[in-house]
Each structure stands twice: as structure tokens, then as C-alpha cells.
């Protein structure tokens, strides 16, 4: 599992309240990325970070932002939680000499009532 | 804008058949990505192929990737239950690492 952790697994809210998602990696990883997964769609990414303080924007950025403060989390806010946001949410990392290899987290499903 | 597209998209077949998935791109690039999910669980890599021509095996489970073309094939010989699965193609940057998901391919294989 290279180490990926995500928090919480599992969470319920409502529309219009912050949400926070977070990825945690314990092999100093410097590639980290969260994705989406949807009926249909594969999975999309939404923000992606090549190093502490760098991140930079996914195809379905739109309503989300992300920070990273330290090598090891990355973290995915959810501002204001809309219903279309309901989704599980995958957190991956990128290793090997030249990020050849993408592992991913456990997952978060969220549900947004 | 670089699209996959896999397929098909759904699979039913009977123990000890051959079958094959296809995943398409729509744009060069030179690393592709096969990943076996099951049902509530998370994504587990199964091959990465990064040259042209390049061709990986593991157990009934082959992949191959023609950059030219644009393909990649994963080949399924005498499918068993435990193959039973959703199967995703991914194509990726070797600057950033980010993937592109084709849809996904539900197979599900029959005693």
C-alpha cells in the first residue's frame, strides 16, 4: 500500500459546509495526488503536488482546493460541499526513479446530502 | 485534450475462456498503466509499460503496448472466477506522473 493512509473513510454531510479530506505518507514521497471516482467516469484528477507548497490543478478542479504543508499530507478542501461533490475520493502517490509507478489510498467515500 | 477510452465496457465470460480488453489514447505518450479494482476496494497496480513493443505477464493476465497505435491490450487466457473484477488502463506523464482513466472494464467471469 506504500504507506498511504486516508482520513476519514467514511463521511456523511450536508450542502454549503467545509469538508476536509487527508492523505498521509510516510516515505517521503514527493509526487502526491487526489482523484475522484464516479460510475462512468474512471477516476479524474483534481489537484496534484510535486513538492511542499506546490500543487498545481487537475481536470475537475473546480469546487476543491489543496494544500500541502509538510512532505507527508496532503490535504483536499472542499469548500462548500455540493451534492454533485458525493464521489470516492482517492489519494495516490508516485514513486521509482522516474514516477513511473502510481500507487493509491484506501479511498474516502463521501456522501454530501 | 487526451482522452482513453477502454473496451468493452462490461464482460461476462465463462471459466477457461480467452478474451482480450483494449484501451485507447488519443494522444502520444509513452507510459500506460493497468489497474485491477474489486468491488469497495481500492486500486492495485498491475503492469506499467512504458516503451513502444513493450509486453508484461503475470499468471493469465498479459499486457502489451503499441505506442504507435495508440493501444494497449490486456489479454485474458483461461479466465478464472478470481479474475473477476473492474479493469482500468491509465495513461500517464513522465513529467508529473498525472493519469488520464479510460472507464473501466467490468469483468465478470462465470463457473
Known amino acids: 500500500d506504500a504507506g498511504i493512509t486516508q482520513s476519514p473513510r467514511h463521511k456523511v454531510t450536508e450542502t454549503g459546509t467545509p469538508v476536509t479530506l487527508r492523505c498521509h505518507q510516510t516515505e517521503n514521497h514527493r509526487y502526491m495526488y487526489w482523484y475522484r471516482q464516479d460510475p462512468g467516469h474512471g477516476l479524474r484528477l483534481i489537484h496534484y503536488s510535486y513538492g511542499v507548497k506546490d500543487t498545481d490543478k487537475g481536470e475537475v478542479s473546480d469546487g476543491y482546493s489543496v494544500s500541502r504543508s509538510k512532505t507527508e499530507d496532503f490535504l483536499l478542501t472542499l469548500e462548500s460541499a455540493t451534492s454533485s461533490q458525493t464521489s470516492v475520493y482517492f489519494c495516490?502517490?508516485?514513486?521509482?526513479?522516474?514516477?513511473?509507478?502510481?500507487?493509491f489510498g484506501p479511498g474516502t467515500r463521501l456522501l454530501v446530502l | 485534450e487526451l482522452k482513453v477510452e477502454q473496451n468493452p465496457l462490461f464482460l461476462s465470460m465463462q471459466e477457461g475462456k480467452n478474451y482480450t480488453i483494449y484501451c485507447n489514447y488519443s494522444t502520444t505518450s509513452d507510459r500506460l498503466y493497468w489497474y485491477r479494482q474489486d468491488p469497495g476496494k481500492s486500486l492495485e497496480s498491475l503492469f506499467v509499460?512504458?516503451?513502444?513493443?513493450a509486453v508484461k505477464q503475470e499468471g493469465r493476465l498479459m499486457a502489451s503496448l503499441d505506442t504507435k497505435a495508440r493501444l494497449s491490450t490486456l489479454h485474458i487466457t483461461a479466465a478464472v472466477h478470481d479474475l473477476s473484477a473492474t479493469y482500468f488502463c491509465?495513461?500517464?506523464?513522465?513529467?508529473?506522473?498525472?493519469?488520464?482513466f479510460g472507464q473501466g472494464t467490468t469483468l465478470q467471469v462465470k463457473p
Open positions: 495516490a502517490i508516485s514513486a521509482g526513479q522516474s514516477q513511473e509507478t502510481q500507487y
Open positions: 491509465a495513461v500517464g506523464s513522465s513529467n508529473t506522473g498525472k493519469l488520464i
Open positions: 509499460l512504458l516503451s513502444n513493443g
